[in-house]
């Protein structure tokens, strides 16, 4: 009871109708609806209205034959929580309705003017060029195979806000043969995202077992190889030094045909630094061997 009423009597219900968008006739406006109260002498509803930065306070008053109403003291990209109250003739007023949130729709953070994918040398190349950033924090790098999901495989940092191009560049050297899927989820400062159109790149089998030389080299603090595996077959990747002691096993397993990369951080099995000087790689893929020659400097 409140004044003498039943909070029953006076429960409103706010449902969103529409936010509407910029690209819209009636743009940065809000409308709301509810269910009419059965009050006999209902004087009016009272709107109520908070942001996050600004406590809740009536903002309108609504007849009693209306149960919309059209907020258009409305900033694009504020959130904006709404409540309604009926009173009625005696000035007596119910309980607040319950809250109902509405996040006015802003124009795209980022306007995005190309997003390619190419397979280049043993590795996916996303490049992708932005027209202008808003509150840009980022996009995250997703791929898919076929019947999977996306997943999450890099970052690459934004520009904030700005108003001229820019690119972006990121190298994908885990890939796996036949079709691989890439999207961008471009992220706001407010945590707010937005997912980029998906690329398609067919990767074919390679012909043949190769280990291809080192990247850089000479080398400090680490160094990449890529190799090339034709058929599904166990592989190892050791590192030796002049004398054939075997200083770093870099991988021993099995591994499906297609195009992969490996990483020396220039240390031994231990997890200790080696000394500088030249080591011996050798990769072994079944009967296939091969040895490539890589410089530590210091």
């Given at each position: ?47 109520h ?9 009536e ?49 795209t ?12 040398a ?29 997943e ?21 050297t885990e ?62 990747l ?23 990369t ?37």
């Amino acid at each position: 009871m409140r004044n003498g009423f039943q909070r029953l009597f006076f429960f409103v219900l706010i449902s969103l109708i529409h936010t509407f968008t910029p690209s819209e006739a009636l743009s940065q406006a809000v409308q709301l609806t509810w269910r009419a109260n059965p009050e006999p002498d209902l004087a009016y509803y009272a709107i109520h209205r908070a942001t996050v930065s600004s406590p809740s306070s009536e903002i309108a008053r609504v007849p009693p034959t209306d149960t919309t109403y059209l907020d258009t003291e409305i900033t694009l990209g504020n959130i904006y929580t709404y409540r309604i109250a009926a009173i009625d003739s005696a000035g007596n007023e119910s309980e607040l309705s319950d809250e109902i949130m509405v996040a006015a729709d802003i124009a795209t953070p980022v306007e995005m003017k190309s997003f390619t994918a190419q397979f280049l040398a043993n590795r996916v190349v996303l490049k992708w060029i932005t027209a202008t950033e808003t509150n840009n924090f980022g996009f995250e790098v997703e791929r898919s195979l076929p019947n999977h999901d996306f997943e999450k495989i890099g970052f690459v940092a934004g520009n904030g806000t700005v108003t001229v191009p820019k690119t972006y560049k990121f190298v994908d050297t885990e890939i796996s043969t036949g079709k691989v899927f890439y999207r961008l989820k471009q992220i706001d400062l407010d945590g707010r995202f937005d997912y980029s159109d998906i690329l398609t790149v067919n990767i074919g089998v390679p012909e043949h077992f190769e280990l291809s030389a080192n990247y850089p080299n000479p080398f400090n603090p680490e160094t990449s190889f890529d190799y090339n595996v034709s058929r599904d077959a166990k592989i190892s990747l050791t590192v030796y030094d002049l004398l054939g002691r075997k200083i770093k096993t870099l991988l021993d397993e099995f591994k499906r045909a297609g195009r992969h990369t490996v990483t020396w951080d220039g240390t031994d099995n231990f997890s200790k630094k080696v000394a500088s000087g030249a080591y011996f790689v050798r990769f072994v893929a079944g009967d296939f061997r091969q040895v490539r020659r890589v410089l530590l400097q210091k």
